[in-house]
């Protein structure tokens, strides 16, 4: 079956602009992760959902991080007033209710200008 | 706090040979540990994963050991083949979050 995907693939954007990037899970997926890797590391935790409820989202950097997911399924990331510091990679993840196995999608790569 | 160190940053090895990447973890609740291999520009892929009531996983040529009492989990890859090129990530399940380490860069040499 069609694995998590992500739009944009890549964003380019200039400092002080807002960004939405989307996540479009599994099917059946409840439990949604969002993950931001910067050149050379691991991914880091921002969120995650479970059903339509943000469950963590101890991981968010400040107040211009915001996530949602009102049906349960696509999530949008959304990035208040960008700085050049939130160019990365931006992953999304997904995993069945009771499993730990989380699936990533391809990323969007995010590029502040 | 929640942490996870990994080791080496880079590994070469010559085609055939086995190759060895260690993590470690800080808190002793983790319960679940997955390997992800990501190839350049794309998508971090599960390989494969142990469960904290098994020591030891093995997959084809790929195995994964974990020792609790260390707080320590290795990823063994034998056979290697140029297709194993690849940057792999340990990490380590905090509650419903991973925490990865920062990854090993693998080339295998033909």
């Known amino acids: 079956g069609a694995g998590v995907s992500q739009t944009p693939s890549n964003k380019v954007t200039e400092k002080g602009k807002y960004v939405e990037l989307r996540c479009d899970p599994i099917s059946g997926h409840t439990a949604l992760y969002w993950y931001r890797q910067s050149l050379g590391q691991g991914p880091e935790f921002l969120i995650y959902?479970?059903?339509?409820?943000?469950?963590?989202d101890s991981g968010l950097p400040n107040d211009r991080f915001f996530a949602v997911r009102p049906e349960g399924s696509v999530s949008t990331l959304k990035i208040q007033r960008t700085e050049r510091g939130d160019s990365a990679v931006y992953l999304c993840?997904?995993?069945?209710?009771?499993?730990?196995?989380?699936?990533f999608g391809p990323g969007t790569r995010l590029t502040v200008l | 706090g929640e942490n996870v160190e990994q080791h080496p940053s880079t590994l070469s090895v010559q085609e055939g040979d086995s190759a060895v990447i260690k993590c470690t973890y800080s808190?002793?609740?983790?319960?679940?540990f997955p390997w992800y291999k990501q190839e350049l520009g794309k998508r971090p892929q599960l390989i494969i994963d142990i469960r904290s009531n098994v020591g030891e996983k093995k997959d084809q040529r790929i195995a994964v050991t974990l020792n609790k009492t260390a707080k320590h989990f290795s990823l063994h890859i034998t056979e290697t083949q140029p297709e194993d090129s690849a940057v792999y990530f340990c990490?380590?399940?905090?509650?419903?979050?991973?925490?990865f380490g920062a990854g090993t860069i693998l080339r295998v040499k033909s």
């Open positions: 959902f479970q059903g339509t409820g943000a469950a963590d």
């Open positions: 808190d002793s609740a983790s319960n679940y």
């Open positions: 993840a997904s995993s069945l209710t009771g499993s730990n196995e989380q699936f």
């Open positions: 990490a380590a399940l905090y509650g419903n979050k991973l925490v």
